[in-house]
């Protein structure tokens, strides 16, 4: 009888499962998923006898999506550790595992821990459980017979070529309780590097494959890091270890020692950084920060540190490139900072027809003043260059129109707050700060940063260094009369000159270095203009009295200013070569430098200048544009119905009349030297081909476009700020 219920029994569940079968017995599990895997965390611990800790168990189903199930931990040495239901280890006993609160201390020695969810188990966790360490001390493994290694204070080639400094040093920790080594019972030593792109750390392991608590240190990149081992909640004093600085840098083009492109535009150019560090190695990679004086005309200029760059001309037209070892990315936490930058640029010169596309030209006043509801614009040139467009609104009354390099951004200084301006916008866009009014003095070459100078009488006086990238950041300096700036290649540093013939030097990376006496620039000879050496490595300031320079990597505590004879400069502008052009009427002045030494004992030494008399008596200038190659400079003269024009290389004096003959009020030239477009008391900007020397064409801009008042005469508007977008 029983067989009978048994096989009937049998009978129904075949029949069950073969109904649920149809039904569609196929269908994806509704119930709770099954864990695939269980991790727990940390992946290993170092605890003092009667220490805690504190476990994280994670479940995820085959998917790897994470699931809410309930774990159960586990030691494998319940005498030296002891895990609570929660996940919470006692290096000893607790006194209940569903509510512990009293954690009594054991013996030292080793427990795994695991955890476990709906029978899956993870993998386990070593915990070494151990006396107090009072002291960890990291040493320097000796090193091996014939390996070199510097003494101490040396430093470690980032070079692997290098045969004659040390790549890395070997460092050990050992741990210690009342004077008694404890190492082998603490369990895996940890090592960190303070600033990790100095060094790179490789933990050693034995031949099982386990970790024996020394670390190679090995040099990446040049700079200083203090290195410290750590274990069961103790850390080493640190270690001092310094990846060797960079020392010089000099250039290769496509493969050969050089400073000069001559190309067509439509060709690529390799330039590569030959870097030498403290140990007179050679520098394979080195993060290096690249920068330019008209990044306009060609590309493949590095946004990122790296040795090499390979640049094409987009258009025809000269500019210098340069590359430089800047902290924080290259000779890192060095102090004083060492940023150290090539003695000579690369000087590119791209020939080839110029672009057809129409520059992009805008066009604002000065005119509004104090006239009451006078709103002043910005007007843009359209189409070939021909009319006027439509008028963009600012805030205030323009003093200074300035556009960075890329001609990403324009920024326009007024009292009542600085406007920038983007091109971009189809119709124009203009955002402004009134807690930046002034003078724009400079631009960064990123175009990101800019310097504002507030000297209004009757106002305290001061400087603004504004980024308007990401950070946004603003710092008010108490710098009085500044009255020209320039930003280093590498956007690192800023010379801040004031009339009172004194120099600021800013930098995001150190702090503000004050009133350094420029010896030769002081009242009357006030300084009037200021720029870096294209190669990065000292700034100028130009006045009356000559010239006046400090190295870009001085000494912060006793800074060294230079002087050059160039008399009566009022401009200064940079030439191929290291030479410098200075409008001093009725002459300009080539000064000629050169750069020596290596690190930050690099000097300049500036040759006499040579004078030319451009032969139109004394006179002032209105600017003074030079070209991109620097083969021509062009100076708009008040009262003079025409352009001046020097030809570098020859020395000749030549010019451009204005149609009409107006005289000019503003001038600016496009990166390729192709045009120059002037705005004149005519009401007209006028379009010079400097090629043919002639003036082809004149756009009028009516006052009031350029000045807006809702009723009533506008102001005699006139275009006395006239900018080709970059």
């Not at 330019?292 to 760059?309: D, Q, R, S």
């Not at 030209?361 to 000065?366: D, E, P, W």
């Not at 020397?693 to 476009?705: E, H, I, K, M, S």
Request: with cysteine.
């Amino acid at each position: 009888m029983g067989r009978v219920k048994v096989s009937l029994l049998a009978a129904i569940s075949v029949a069950l499962l073969a109904s649920l079968s149809a039904c569609g017995g196929s269908k994806a599990r509704t119930g709770p998923q099954l864990p695939a895997s269980v991790t727990l965390s940390p992946a290993t611990g170092s605890l003092d006898i009667g220490g805690t800790l504190t476990f994280s168990a994670t479940a995820r189903d085959r998917s790897k999506n994470l699931l809410a199930v309930p774990f159960t931990f586990a030691s494998s040495n319940p005498a030296v550790l002891t895990v609570s239901n929660t996940g919470v280890a006692c290096a000893g006993t607790w006194d209940s595992l569903v509510i512990p609160r009293i954690c009594t201390p054991g013996g030292a020695g080793i427990a795994s821990v695991t955890v476990s969810a709906d029978g899956v188990t993870s993998s386990p966790v070593q915990i070494f459980v151990h006396q107090h360490i009072d002291t960890l001390i990291a040493s320097q493994v000796t090193a091996a017979p014939g390996t070199p290694a510097p003494g101490p204070g040396a430093c470690f080639t980032a070079s692997t070529t290098s045969s004659t400094t040390a790549r890395n040093e070997t460092l050990q920790a050992q741990a210690f309780n009342a004077g008694v080594d404890i190492t082998s019972t603490v369990g895996q030593i940890t090592w960190t590097a303070v600033t990790p792109a100095v060094v790179t750390l490789t933990p050693q392991t034995d031949p099982s494959g386990n970790l024996t608590g020394e670390v190679i240190v090995a040099a990446k990149t040049p700079g200083m890091t203090q290195v410290f081992a750590s274990v069961g909640g103790a850390n080493s004093a640190p270690m001092t270890f310094t990846t060797c600085p960079v020392q010089s840098i000099s250039f290769l083009i496509n493969g050969i020692p050089g400073n000069t492109i001559n190309a067509p535009k439509s060709t690529t150019e390799k330039i590569e950084a030959l870097v030498t560090d403290t140990s007179l190695s050679n520098l394979a990679t080195a993060p290096l920060t690249w920068g330019a004086t008209n990044p306009t005309i060609f590309t493949g200029l590095p946004t990122t540190p790296t040795a090499t760059a390979s640049v094409s001309g987009s258009g025809p037209g000269g500019t210098a490139i340069t590359a430089a070892c800047i902290p924080p990315t290259c000779n890192i936490n060095l102090s004083p900072m060492q940023a150290v930058f090539p003695t000579a640029a690369v000087d590119a010169t791209f020939t080839g027809a110029p672009s057809t596309t129409a520059p992009s030209v805008f066009v604002s006043s000065t005119g509004c003043g104090a006239t009451v509801n006078c709103t002043s614009t910005i007007v843009p040139i359209t189409g070939t260059g021909s009319t006027a467009g439509n008028p963009i609104a600012l805030t205030g009354t323009p003093n200074t129109f300035v556009f960075g390099p890329s001609g990403t951004t324009a920024y326009l200084g007024t009292e009542e707050g600085l406007n920038r301006f983007n091109p971009a916008v189809a119709t124009g866009q203009v955002t402004s700060n009134a807690s930046i009014p002034g003078k724009v003095l400079a631009v960064s070459p990123d175009g990101n940063t800019v310097v504002v100078s507030e000297t209004s009488p009757g106002v305290f006086n001061q400087v603004f260094i504004f980024n308007s990238g990401t950070n946004g950041s603003l710092s008010a300096l108490p710098i009085a009369g500044a009255v020209a700036a320039a930003f280093s290649p590498d956007n690192l540093k800023i010379f801040i000159a004031t009339s009172a013939g004194k120099l600021f030097v800013f930098s995001t990376q150190a702090a503000l270095q004050q009133n350094i006496t420029l010896p030769n620039l002081s009242p009357p000879n006030s300084p009037t203009d200021a720029i870096f050496h294209p190669a990065g490595g000292f700034g100028l300031i130009a006045g009356p009295g000559g010239l006046s320079f400090l190295a870009t990597c001085d000494n912060p505590s006793a800074p060294t200013v230079g002087t050059a004879a160039a008399p009566g400069s009022i401009f200064i502008r940079g030439l191929p070569g290291g030479r410098f052009a200075t409008l001093a009427p009725p002459d300009i002045e080539i000064v000629s430098t050169t750069i020596a030494g290596a690190g930050c004992g690099q000097t300049l030494t500036a040759a006499v200048p040579t004078t030319i008399n451009l032969g139109q008596g004394n006179f002032s200038p209105v600017d003074f544009l030079v070209a991109g190659d620097g083969s021509k400079g062009y100076i708009p003269i008040q009262g003079s119905s025409s352009i001046l024009v020097f030809d570098i290389a020859t020395s000749s004096v030549s010019s451009i009349a204005l149609v009409g003959n107006p005289s000019p009020l503003s001038a600016s030239l496009t990166p390729d030297g192709t045009f120059l477009f002037v705005g004149a008391s005519d009401g007209s900007v006028h379009k010079l081909d400097t090629s043919l020397g002639t003036d082809v064409l004149q756009v009028p801009v009516a006052a009031n476009t350029l000045c807006v008042v809702p009723s009533g005469p506008a102001p005699a508007c006139l275009p006395d700020l006239v900018r080709v977008r970059p």
